[in-house]
């Protein structure tokens, strides 16, 4: 991972860190979801880097694109200490309280107008369902970069037996799914997380995000790391799941040449 320190964006990360120093979290298991959020951000920093460099955007961008992702969840601090959830829809949009944050603490001053509001913007859609066609580039760079990394980070939470409750958002290990997280693989779009009953349901929605990944690299990396696979082989088999299956295949064929069981080495 990028050194922070050596960033152009380093000052916004002093920014970043300290704020989040304010949220001191004296329970164990909420301490541990905070600091996921801090290295997830680092994370996803690096992706949105990666993306943005294979576009071959210029250094002003790249400063721009950074700094949408150092800041993109800095609402989930605040989230975490008023609710004690990650949970949206038991909570407040994270997005939202990010960029009220953001304005209120006045952390992008330097910047110039129009790219102050082209990094509230990317906070502010992050987490959409779905976004307007023509929206800039740095929108689309930090949705992929984000989904990119809560999908390594919640394979690998589904694969530890200790799955800490705040980062499974609460949903308990039941063995059906609700039928209408299928609804996504079917319409070719990803599924909404307003119904989760369980984590198998959490499961399809992730799923489903292949259908809104904006660029090749990120899904050549989401294959490469076969969270799909995992994803699909943690999920109960049946009709539903099976059509799921063949729905993501078709996708990945369709973008990139490759389906599931080639990608595999
Ligand atoms: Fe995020």
């Known amino acids: 991972m990028t050194e922070y320190r050596d960033s152009p964006a380093a000052e916004f990360w002093e ?4 704020y989040v120093q304010r949220f001191p979290f004296p329970a164990e298991e909420v301490r541990e979801a905070a600091t996921l959020k801090v290295d997830h951000t680092l994370r996803v920093a690096d992706s949105s880097l990666a993306i943005a460099q294979e576009l071959s955007l210029p250094p002003r961008e790249l400063l721009l694109v950074e700094t949408s992702a150092i800041f993109h969840d800095l609402g989930r601090f605040p989230q975490l200490h008023r609710y004690n959830t990650f949970r949206d829809s038991l909570s407040q949009d994270h997005a939202l309280l990010g960029y009220r944050a953001l304005k209120r603490e006045d952390f992008l001053k330097g910047l110039m107008p129009e790219e102050k509001n082209g990094i509230y913007q990317a906070v502010l859609l992050h987490n959409r369902l779905s976004i307007p066609e023509a929206v800039p580039e740095r929108v689309k760079i930090l949705r992929d970069a984000d989904k990119l990394d809560v999908l390594g980070v919640l394979v690998e939470l589904y694969l530890s037996p200790a799955k800490n409750p705040l980062v499974a958002l609460e949903l308990p290990e039941n063995p059906g799914y609700n039928p209408a997280l299928l609804a996504g693989f079917r319409e ?5 997380f307003q119904n989760l009953t369980c984590l198998n349901d959490l499961r399809l929605g992730h799923l489903s995000w292949v259908f809104d990944i904006s660029y ?5 990396e989401i294959l490469r790391r076969e969270y799909l696979e995992t994803l699909l082989s943690l999920l109960p088999k049946d009709g539903g799941t099976q059509e799921a299956r063949e729905a993501v295949d078709t996708e990945l064929i369709r973008r990139l040449g490759i389906g599931l069981k080639e990608s595999r080495p």
């Open 15 to 18: 920014s970043f860190f300290s």
């Open 188 to 192: 070719h779009h990803s599924s909404s």
């Open 216 to 220: 090749p690299w990120t899904l050549r």
